[in-house]
């Protein structure tokens, strides 16, 4: 017979217990398309720029990282509170609140951006298999199958869980960075004190991390994919939260991409090729680095992937006012699938060619922090309009710190823009 006192005893266990699967079942309805969008952001490119930032300037970009996460958070929350409060995407809301110019401008900066990442994606799923030693013809094709089908033959909650599984290849970028032993220290400092330099390369770099971390596609899917998914008003603590969580994750595992490569070959000038990136992780994970770097760029570029075409087809399928939907057949969506299928086909294609793979991917990150300020102008507008948000709307400090996140980004931009134009005539 139990007595009174163990009765009293094993009481709090059952609630204790309870509270740790409320925990993960709140982690897991919390994921979503914040999530989705910040990690399909660590791409094939993203790793590839961050790689690089750590093999040319070593430690001294990771406060500037920084910097780019507070943006990011900014920015993604507010893409999902537009998603969340109005039930459009960004693409229907520009289309409603601005003109049929500045509706075409927003959508030619994502599809202009959104083609070489396209393109980028699939070279980064043919290099992470080339490291293994499959030749890349072999596997872009039927990667591109898959990828397509994912998106044709699913509802969005069946592709968003997929998306999310793809997501848990990230974490082999904080194994590699631990087992590269960094001098903690030196991160810790470089974390909090500012470091820039006055060069060209630092300041190509600088955008380049800008438009990997805060790229335009990333908010215009965000945003969809809260329509998406069906989400109300009453939804947004959650939503919030999903896009808090997604872009503090993408970041820190950006920063840990640029430690591990700090650690390894931290100095030595930008990177040739992704065996070159992988052949960097070797002093730090033996032979199973070129393993470890192709899991994490297989990953990343199967995501982003599907998340890429995916905001491209949300853009205009909302800027023309069509059905769009990844839960909806190709008869009911035609406008939607057939631009996703376009550009999946394209992408693959172009991934055949011998392109300079870390050269497109660098690329193309540049592009994307070119375009970015245009596509945050519109978000910025759009959030501090009443009319559009009511009293979920920018207050002032949320102007203040958003106006400044968007000033500081088209000045890096404007910075690189007038630096390559002065270079094209020997000026600098």
């Known amino acids: 017979m139990t007595s009174d006192v163990d009765t009293a005893t094993a009481a709090p266990q ?24 910040a990690n399909a952001g660590n791409d ?43 039930g459009k995407g960004l693409g229907a809301l520009i289309r409603e609140q601005f003109s049929l110019r500045l509706t075409a401008l927003a959508v030619f900066c994502l599809l202009l951006a959104n083609t070489g990442l396209v393109v980028s994606e699939f070279a ?6 080339e490291l ?13 199958i898959l990828l397509w089908s994912l998106v044709l033959f699913g509802s969005y909650r069946w592709a968003e869980r ?7 290849a990230f974490f082999a970028y904080p194994i590699a960075m631990i087992l590269g032993h960094p001098d903690w220290g030196t991160v810790g400092q470089h974390m909090v004190v500012p470091h820039m330099e006055p060069s060209k390369d630092f300041i190509l770099l600088a955008v380049a991390l800008i438009g990997t971390t805060v790229s335009p596609y990333m908010q215009f899917y965000a945003a969809a994919g809260v329509v998406d998914r069906g989400a109300k008003p009453a939804d947004y603590p959650l939503i919030r939260a999903d896009a808090i969580l997604g872009a503090v994750f993408a970041c820190v595992i950006s920063l840990t991409i640029i430690i591990a490569t700090a650690s390894a070959i931290g100095g030595k000038g930008p990177l ?5 990136a992988a052949e960097a992780l070797k002093p730090v994970a033996g032979k199973d680095a070129e393993l470890l770097f192709a899991l994490g760029l297989l990953g990343a570029s199967a995501l982003a992937g599907a998340v890429v075409p995916l905001s491209a087809s949300y853009a205009i399928g909302e800027a023309a ?12 969506a035609p406008l939607f699938l057939g631009l996703f299928t376009a550009q999946i086909l394209l992408g693959a294609t172009v991934a055949m060619t011998p392109v300079d793979v870390i050269q497109l991917l660098i690329g193309t990150q540049v592009l994307q922090g070119l375009i970015s ?19 979920a709307a920018n207050g002032p400090r949320d102007r203040i710190a958003a106006t400044t996140v968007v000033v500081g980004v088209a000045s890096m931009s404007t910075i690189l823009l007038v630096e390559t134009i002065l270079g094209w005539f020997g000026l600098a």
């Open 14 to 37: 059952a609630p204790a217990r309870r509270t740790g699967w409320r925990r993960i079942t709140m982690i897991a309805a919390v994921a979503g398309p914040g999530l989705v969008a």
């Open 44 to 86: 094939a490119a993203g790793i590839a720029t961050y790689a690089s930032a750590g093999s040319q300037f070593t430690y001294g970009t990771l406060f500037f990282m920084v910097l780019v996460t507070i943006a990011l958070v900014m920015v993604q929350e507010m893409a999902v509170r537009l998603g969340a409060h109005t």
């Open 124 to 129: 980064g799923i043919g290099a992470a298999f």
């Open 132 to 144: 293994l030693g499959v030749p890349k013809w072999a596997v872009i094709p039927p990667a591109a």
């Open 162 to 168: 997929i998306f999310l599984i793809m997501s848990l």
């Open 272 to 276: 040739a090729s992704a065996a070159q």
């Open 321 to 332: 006012g069509v059905e769009r939907s990844v839960s909806r057949s190709f008869r009911d």
């Open 373 to 391: 300020p245009v596509v945050l102008v519109y978000l910025l507008v759009l959030t501090n309009r009443r009319s559009v948000l009511g009293a």
